[in-house]
C-alpha cells in the first residue's frame, strides 16, 4: 500500500493504460480524480474504482476545464500528490496526406494537454513542497515512426516537457518522470492491421505486446517514495523495442 490516501489525478482514465493505471493505484490505496472525455464511461470507471474515487469530464486541451478540475481536485482532498499526464491520440497519416487539423488536434491533446494539467497541478504540489509527476510518451517520441509526424512531435514533445518541468520544480521537491511505452495492447493499437502488428512484433525482443499492466507498474514506481531520487528520466516499457 504504497499510496495510501494519496491524492492521484490521471486524464484519459476511462479506457486502456489509464483506466489500468487508476485501478494500480486505487488497490494501493490511492484517492483517484480521475478524468476523461465521455462522461458515461468515465461514471463507470470511477464507480469500479470504489468510493474513494471520483470523475469529473474534462477535455485536456481546453484551459479552464483543466484549471476547474484541479482546483475542485484541491478543495476536495486537502492536496494533490501524483498527476499523471496519459491522455492521448493518434491521427496517423503520411505527412504530405496530413491534415493540419489532424497535426493541431493531435498536439493540442497530447502535448498542450500534458502543459495545461502541469501547470494547474503543479501550483498546488509547489505549495506543498512535494509532488509526483509522470507523463505517458511513447518510444515513437525518441525515434521516430512512419505514418505518425503529429504523434511523434508531441510525444517527443512531451519528453522536452519532462525534462524542463523536472529542472524547474525540482527545488520545490517535486518529481517530474516519462514513460515511453512500446507498443501496448489497448483500443489505440486495436485498430491496427495484422500486418503492422506483426511488424512491431518482430521489434520486440521479449517477443510479446506489452499490456496496460505493464505499463502502469512503471507509472506507480515513478510515483512512489522508491522514486524519489528520479527525475528527468524517460523510462522505456516496450520489451526491449528500444534501447
Ligand atoms: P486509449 O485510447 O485506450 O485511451 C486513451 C483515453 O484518453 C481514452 O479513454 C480517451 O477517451 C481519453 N482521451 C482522449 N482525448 C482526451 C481529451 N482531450 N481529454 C481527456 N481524455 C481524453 O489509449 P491508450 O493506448 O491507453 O493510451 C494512453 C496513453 O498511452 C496515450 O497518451 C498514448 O499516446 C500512450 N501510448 C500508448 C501506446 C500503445 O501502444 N497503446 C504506446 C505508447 C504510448
Same mark, same amino acid.
Given at each position: ?9 490521471v486524464?484519459?482514465?476511462? =479506457? ?37 474515487? $471520483? ?27 501524483? &498527476? ?11 505527412l ?9 488536434l493531435?498536439? =493540442?491533446?497530447?502535448l498542450?494537454?500534458? $502543459? ?23 518510444v ?6 512512419i ?5 511523434? =512531435?508531441s510525444?517527443?514533445? &512531451? ?18 518522470? %516519462? ?19 506483426? *511488424? $512491431? &512484433? *518482430? ?18 514506481? &515513478?510515483?512512489?517514495?522508491?522514486? %524519489? ?15
Amino acid at each position: 500500500m504504497r499510496f495510501t490516501d494519496k491524492v492521484v489525478m490521471v486524464t484519459g482514465a476511462a =479506457a486502456g493504460i489509464g483506466r489500468v493505471t487508476a485501478e494500480a493505484f486505487a488497490r494501493e490505496g490511492a484517492i483517484l480524480a480521475i478524468c476523461d472525455l465521455n462522461p458515461e464511461t468515465g461514471e463507470a470507471a470511477a464507480k469500479a474504482l470504489g468510493p474513494k474515487a $471520483f470523475f469529473q469530464a474534462v477535455d485536456v486541451s481546453q484551459e479552464a476545464a483543466v484549471s476547474e478540475w484541479a482546483d475542485e481536485v484541491a478543495k476536495r482532498c486537502g492536496r494533490i500528490d501524483v &498527476l499523471v499526464n496519459n491522455a492521448g491520440i493518434t491521427r496517423d497519416a503520411l505527412l504530405l496526406r496530413m491534415k493540419e487539423s489532424d497535426w493541431d488536434l493531435v498536439l =493540442a491533446i497530447n502535448l498542450k494537454g500534458a $502543459f495545461l494539467c502541469t501547470k494547474a497541478a503543479v501550483r498546488h504540489m509547489a505549495q506543498q513542497r512535494a509532488g509526483r509527476i509522470v507523463n505517458v510518451a511513447s518510444v515513437v517520441g525518441v525515434v521516430g515512426n512512419i505514418g505518425q509526424a503529429n504523434y511523434v =512531435a508531441s510525444k517527443a514533445g &512531451l519528453i522536452g516537457l519532462t525534462k524542463t518541468v523536472a529542472r524547474e520544480f525540482a527545488v520545490r521537491g517535486i518529481t517530474v518522470n %516519462a514513460v515511453a511505452p512500446g507498443f501496448i495492447e489497448t483500443q489505440m493499437t486495436a485498430v491496427l492491421s495484422d500486418k503492422v502488428k506483426q *511488424a $512491431f &512484433l *518482430a521489434q520486440i525482443p521479449l517477443g510479446r505486446a506489452g499490456t496496460p499492466q505493464d505499463v502502469a507498474d512503471a507509472i506507480l514506481f &515513478l510515483a512512489s517514495e522508491q522514486a %524519489a531520487y528520479l527525475t528527468g528520466q524517460v523510462l522505456h516499457v516496450s520489451g526491449g523495442m528500444v534501447m
